[in-house]
């Protein structure tokens, strides 16, 4: 089983910042990456797939990156809505596990 | 616009069953793998199983591997879970999910995929 691996567990930043989320792989996921976000108490959706290809509707603020074992989301200009808590999941083979996710908190 | 919508969740009492349900809309469900995650109070994403478009193959997370089963009733557009021997530790909220990549008869491409639609998950509490 792959393990994946996320941090930190909280990112303090303040809107308007940049946000550095990283997501690593105990072993090679290739690009089959997808990054999730969860808003306090609604249902994940998909942000990013394929490691760096923004999902429909998916502000341009947010831009994935990485391949292998070493992922990063970024957010470059905070936004309120952006406070949520983000996962990574891999999807290269069984089972697709995810990351234990990062809180983005203001 | 893709619709899952869960049911069957609840109260239920240590080591008995529940089964849920998950009804999908305004795809071709028959042509899709499916999953289920669940997210314990206050927890993380958990990956539970995956079906097959066809209901060939199924794949599950060891933490539910032999209590839990994944079926699926195309005629229906239904995927289940069938969970039994609960525990108090699986309380939690289920949620359903559809691959994002197209399955056909000449296979799925691609073969893994992430989950572009996810349900609004339902509650189960397992509790005496």
């Known amino acids: 089983e792959i393990v994946m691996t996320q941090s930190p567990a909280t990112l303090s930043v303040s809107p308007g910042e940049r946000a550095t989320l990283s997501c690593w792989a105990s072993q090679s996921v290739s690009s089959n990456l997808a990054w999730y976000q969860q808003r306090p108490g609604q249902v994940p959706s998909l942000l990013i797939n394929?490691?760096?290809t923004r999902a429909t509707g998916v502000p341009a603020r947010f831009s994935g990156s990485g391949s292998g074992t070493e992922f990063t989301l970024t957010i470059s200009s905070l936004q309120s809505e952006d406070f949520a808590v983000y996962y990574c999941q891999h999807y290269h083979n069984w089972p697709h596990t995810f990351g234990q996710g990062t809180k983005l908190e203001i | 616009q893709v619709q899952l919508v869960e049911s069957g969740g609840g109260v239920v009492l240590p080591g008995r069953s529940l089964r849920l349900s998950c009804a999908a809309s305004?795809?071709?469900?028959?042509?899709?793998?499916m999953h289920w995650v669940r997210q314990a109070p206050g927890k993380g994403l958990e990956w539970l199983a995956v079906i097959a478009y066809d209901g060939s193959i199924a794949y599950y997370a060891d933490s539910v591997k032999g209590r839990f089963t994944v079926s699926r009733d195309n005629s229906k557009n239904t995927l289940y879970l069938q969970m039994n021997s609960l525990r108090a530790e699986d309380t939690a909220v289920y949620y359903c999910?559809?691959?994002?990549?197209?399955?056909?008869?000449?296979?799925?491409?691609?073969?893994?995929?992430?989950?572009?639609?996810w349900g609004q998950g339902a509650l189960v509490s397992v509790s005496s």
């Open positions: 394929d490691a760096s």
């Open positions: 999910g559809k691959e994002s990549g197209y399955c056909g008869a000449g296979g799925c491409v691609p073969y893994f995929s992430y989950l572009d639609y």
């Open positions: 305004a795809f071709s469900f028959s042509n899709y793998g």
